[in-house]
T-cell receptor, first 114, second 113 residues
C-alpha cells in the first residue's frame, strides 16, 4: 500500500486566500484524522471521521476551518479565509477500527500564510 | 483530566550511547500507551505500544514498559545510532474513546557520529 497520501507538500499563500488540503487514506481504514503541528502547541487533533462521518470536530479552531470526507478514499481540510497564525504543518492520518490500532500518518502539508 | 508529560529536549547523544526519554501520564481507567517517532520531513509512525500494566513494548532496539505504579512509559535504547535522530512522541488512548490520542509535546533527539 502507498500509505496515506497528502497534497500538496508545501503551500504558500497570502492572508485572506482560501486553502484546501487533500488526503487519501489507506484503503480499508475506517478512521481518518486531521492534525495540526506547531512548535508552540505541538500536535493538535482538529477533527476525525469514522466511515466518512465526522465524529468529533471540537479541535477545529474556528469557523474558518472546515473538513469533508465525501467518500472513503478522500478528505479535504479547507481554511477560508487563511490567516498568518494558521501557518503550521497539517497531517492526515488513518487507522482501522480496532482499539489500539496504530495511526498511519501522511508526510504532511507545510502551510505558510504571509 | 488525561495528559502526557515528556522530558524536554533537545537530547544530544554520541553514537552507541544509552538513551532514556521520560514519559509520565495522568489518566482515568487503563489507557493504552504509545511511542511514535517522526523522522525529518515525514509524518509520525508507531514505534511501539503497550496496552496493559507491566507490558513491555519493543521495536528496532527500543523498549518501554507500562508502569502503572509510577504512571510512566519511559523509552530506552541501549545503543543509539545516527539514524535514530528524530522527534519522539509519547501518547495515550484513554478508556471511552480510544480513537482520540493524548499526545506529549515531543522530544527531539540528535545522535552525533
Amino acid at each position: 500500500d502507498a500509505g496515506v497520501i497528502q497534497s500538496p507538500r508545501h503551500e504558500v499563500t497570502e492572508m485572506g486566500q482560501e486553502v484546501t488540503l487533500r488526503c487519501k487514506p489507506i484503503s480499508g481504514h475506517d478512521y481518518l484524522f486531521w492534525y495540526r503541528q506547531t512548535m508552540m502547541r505541538g500536535l493538535e487533533l482538529l477533527i476525525y471521521f469514522n466511515n466518512n462521518v465526522p465524529i468529533d470536530d471540537s479541535g477545529m479552531p474556528e469557523d474558518r476551518f472546515s473538513a469533508k470526507m465525501p467518500n472513503a478514499s478522500f478528505s479535504t481540510l479547507k481554511i477560508q479565509p487563511s490567516e498568518p497564525r494558521d501557518s503550521a504543518v497539517y497531517f492526515c492520518a488513518s487507522s482501522f477500527f480496532q482499539g489500539g490500532s496504530p495511526l498511519h500518518f501522511g508526510n504532511g502539508t507545510r502551510l505558510t500564510v504571509t | 483530566g488525561n495528559s502526557v508529560t515528556q522530558m524536554e529536549g533537545p537530547v544530544t547523544l554520541s553514537e552507541e550511547a544509552f538513551l532514556t526519554i521520560n514519559c509520565t501520564y495522568t489518566a482515568t481507567g487503563y489507557p493504552s500507551l504509545f511511542w511514535y517517532v517522526q523522522y525529518p520531513g515525514e509524518g509520525l509512525q508507531l514505534l511501539l505500544k503497550a496496552t496493559k500494566a507491566d507490558d513491555k513494548g519493543s521495536n528496532k532496539g527500543f523498549e518501554a514498559t507500562y508502569r502503572k505504579e509510577t504512571t510512566s512509559f519511559h523509552l530506552e535504547k541501549g545503543s543509539v545510532q545516527v539514524s535514530d535522530s528524530a522527534v519522539y512522541f509519547c501518547a495515550l488512548s484513554y478508556a471511552g474513546n480510544n480513537r482520540k490520542l493524548i499526545w506529549g509535546l515531543g522530544t527531539s533527539l540528535a545522535v552525533n557520529p
